[in-house]
């Protein structure tokens, strides 16, 4: 499996971006995709998720009623909308995937293991 990230840049704080993730060689039927992000000195951390079912999307806390986790199963792309974009969303952010996950695990890195290779996103002030 491998994934292929895109769309980050250098935004103003307010703005708006789209990153997408493609992913190629995938095989079930339940995979989850997700979204996480490392800022400057920080650990990586969780964004968001959303099964192949797209019953359900999974957001964290620091982004809920901004960002928006959406994917097209046809096209194997997953896609974060990030709204009202602030400086402390600078991160890279990493897309993941896993073809076998419990849904109490999905916040956590290591239930993934398959990740792309990271596109920067810098807001600034």
């Known amino acids: 499996v491998q994934l292929q990230a895109s769309g980050g840049g250098l935004v103003q704080a307010g703005d708006s971006l789209r990153l997408s993730c493609t992913a190629s060689g995938l095989s079930g039927s339940r995979d989850y995709m997700a979204w996480f992000r490392q800022a400057p000195g920080k650990e990586r951390e969780f964004v968001a998720a959303?099964?192949?079912?797209?019953?359900?999307?999974y957001n964290a806390d620091s982004v809920k009623g901004r960002f928006m986790i959406s994917r097209d199963n046809a096209k194997n792309t997953v896609y974060l909308q990030m709204n009202s974009l602030k400086p402390e969303d600078t991160a890279v952010y990493y897309c993941?995937?896993?073809?076998?996950?419990?849904?109490?695990?999905?916040?956590?890195?290591?239930?993934?293991?398959?990740w792309g290779q990271g596109t920067l996103v810098t807001v600034s002030s």
């Open positions: 993941a995937t896993s073809e076998r996950l419990i849904t109490s695990s999905l916040r956590l890195q290591n239930a993934y293991p398959y």
């Open positions: 959303i099964p192949r079912t797209r019953s359900s999307t």
